[in-house]
């Protein structure tokens, strides 16, 4: 089975056609992360315009570098949420009408289970069953997963996501749009040790998240140490350190306890924030200890893309699930509504 997979939550255009016979045939991906930094954030309105801009010339473009003819495919997957409402539209609605024309089915993917599902795509892919932690700019959750489509949710953050506090902190930091990875970077100058932020809700049982309190608390030090709302650039970096320091340590404590509650010796690490070096370093040295194994997906599909939503419509598609010809986006859609496959 070959599927055209369409990626349009939020402010990346992503194309790709899966093959299960061939794997994954070609990869398109626009970012207006340009775009959107002029205005130091997503704008909903000129995301959604950009789609309708860049979607059908990349189409056109996975097709060629396929070496197959527009319309050669046996299916159409697109995002159909949770992502920005009028972002959905433009893939979802692109999608369903080359579907119709083309005489194939298509269907709605979630968005959070094209990431979960992204590291398939590697050339030795993790084995069911296994936790996944997605960490993206909009969700953070910890995912019991004892197959494709089978998914329990073990905790998730009860407020900012991991992506989204980096980015907020960094936006507080005075660093330029996209935040989270320029604090990511100077991060790596900073001393250790010099600033010790809270590790929120790791005092007590459970696998929710929390980074509302962390915010806070970097909050105060800026404005402890700022002149004239300036802050020293080693001072800037040891903030930064001490930030990602308390993020990556909170998301390893619960790693550790969601493969302890599930007896599990894999772990799975998706999302955007899944690219951070340090988090990598800290979970292999945490699962090295639980005698466990974590994968994770090449860097270029850790970020939103058309990859991940071909190859989970794929198996969507083998499982039976079909849309109908009305266009259900969901803006808003937990993971564990998603029905087995």
């Known amino acids: 089975m070959r599927v055209l997979g369409i990626e349009s939550s939020c402010d990346e255009t992503g194309v790709a056609i899966y093959d299960s016979e061939a794997g994954l045939m070609s990869h398109q991906l626009y970012s207006q992360v340009k775009m959107h930094a002029e205005f130091g954030g ?63 089915p298509a269907v709605g993917v979630h968005h959070m289970e094209g990431h979960l599902l992204a590291p398939m795509l590697e050339d030795e892919p993790p084995e069911y069953p296994f936790v996944a932690l997605l960490v993206s700019g909009g969700h953070t959750l910890l995912v019991d997963v004892a197959a494709p489509g089978n998914y329990l949710i073990l905790g998730e953050s009860l407020d900012d996501a991991a992506g989204e506090a980096f980015d907020k902190t960094a936006k507080m930091m005075g660093l330029p749009y996209p935040g989270g990875p320029r604090l990511s970077q100077i991060a790596e100058q900073g001393t250790a040790g010099r600033f010790i932020f809270p590790r929120p809700m790791v005092d007590r049982p459970g696998m929710d998240f929390s980074f509302s309190g962390l915010k806070t608390a970097v909050r105060v030090e800026i404005a402890k140490h700022a002149v004239d709302e300036v802050i020293e ?64 997906p090449r860097p270029e599909f850790c970020t939103d893309n058309g990859a991940m939503i071909a190859y989970a419509g794929y198996l969507r598609l083998l499982s039976g699930a079909r849309a109908d010809l009305s266009l259900n986006i969901r803006p808003r859609w937990a993971l564990d509504e998603l029905g087995a496959m």
């Open 42 to 104: 997503v704008v909903p309105e000129l995301a959604s315009r950009d789609h309708v801009r860049k979607l059908l010339p990349l189409i056109s473009a996975a097709f060629k570098e396929a070496g197959l003819s527009v319309g050669d495919v046996d299916g159409v997957a697109y995002t159909a949420g949770p992502g920005l409402i009028g972002a959905l539209m433009v893939g979802a609605s692109t999608g369903r009408a080359m579907a119709m024309g083309w005489g194939v």
């Open 233 to 296: 650039d080693q001072t800037m970096a040891d903030i930064a350190m001490g930030f990602q320091e308390a993020v990556v340590e909170t998301l390893a404590v619960k790693c550790r306890r969601a493969l302890q509650a599930t007896g599990y010796k894999t772990l799975v690490i998706a999302g955007g924030v899944s690219a951070n070096k340090h988090l990598r370093t800290r979970l292999a040295q945490m699962a090295e200890k639980e005698r466990s194994r974590v994968y994770y």
